[in-house]
């Protein structure tokens, strides 16, 4: 119980450190590396039509390396982190109503709370892109990823395969090195998650030790890559 009960504060409290660091690059970014606004805020609810609660947005999960908004991680049921199951909805699904800080999904509870999940925990390997394919199917949304069964069908969209699934507190602060492994700071940020497009347009890299705002700067998440721990990020700068 000791256990369950440190991982379930070690995951609350790097959710709030997420979301602390996104109000910071909101905030405090220079006018050269603003690529767009916020699109979703940790901490939301999610809701159906009938205005029933479903649950609380808690991340985001990307594809990091082929610059894809892949989903956000809701959390339903339990107390306080106890006994809650996590559920993963693609971004298309959800809307904005003009609530604050409301998302809404057009799914009844019992639908919602049945939905088909994704296990977060192994970084080591990529998941079954036909396993994230179900879950899209199953809030209906068409994947934009190619999967063994053949491809999504969206227009403008690369069917290039599945890469690796991270939440977004998972990659924040994240060290970041070139090519030849000297370091350049760390992931201080995600920018401009679009929900209608699926998309992820750049990340936002802080030198180590540096608080000058002039020295971030954002990079295109294509550039990036997991180094063979995927404990780093890699950038090609000829990308």
């Known amino acids: 119980m000791k256990l369950s009960m ?13 979301l602390i660091a996104l109000c910071l690059t909101a905030q405090s970014s220079p006018a050269q590396v603003k690529t767009g606004q916020w699109d979703e805020v940790v901490g939301k609810e999610i809701k159906n039509n009938q ?35 996590t559920i993963i909805v693609p971004p298309g699904a959800l809307r904005e109503e003009g609530t604050p800080r409301t998302l809404f999904l057009d799914m009844d509870e019992k639908t919602f709370r049945n ?18 394919a179900e879950i899209y199917r199953y809030f209906g949304q068409v994947p934009s990823f190619a999967t063994d069964q053949g491809t999504g069908t969206l ?8 890469g690796y699934l991270r939440r977004g507190s998972k990659i924040l602060f994240m060290p ?6 000297v370091p350049l700071g760390y ?18 890299i802080r030198p180590t030790g540096e608080y000058d705002r002039e020295r971030m700067k954002v990079v295109a998440p294509q550039a990036l890559r997991y180094n063979l721990k995927n404990n780093k990020l890699r950038l090609n700068d000829h990308a």
């Open 6 to 18: 440190f991982s379930v504060l070690s995951t609350h409290l790097r959710s709030t450190l997420f």
């Open 51 to 85: 205005g029933v609660r479903l649950g609380t947005l808690k991340d985001s999960l990307v594809d990091l390396e082929y610059g894809r908004y892949i989903g956000v991680v809701v959390s339903t049921g339990g107390f306080l982190g106890i006994g809650e199951k």
């Open 115 to 132: 939905a088909p999940t994704l296990e977060l925990f192994n970084q080591s390997a990529r998941p079954p892109s036909q396993k994230v």
């Open 187 to 204: 992931v201080s940020g995600l920018r401009d998650l679009n929900r209608s497009t699926g998309r992820l347009k750049g990340v936002v």
């Open 155 to 162: 227009i403008g969209q690369t069917q290039e395969p599945l």
């Open 176 to 181: 970041v090195e070139n090519l030849q492994g």
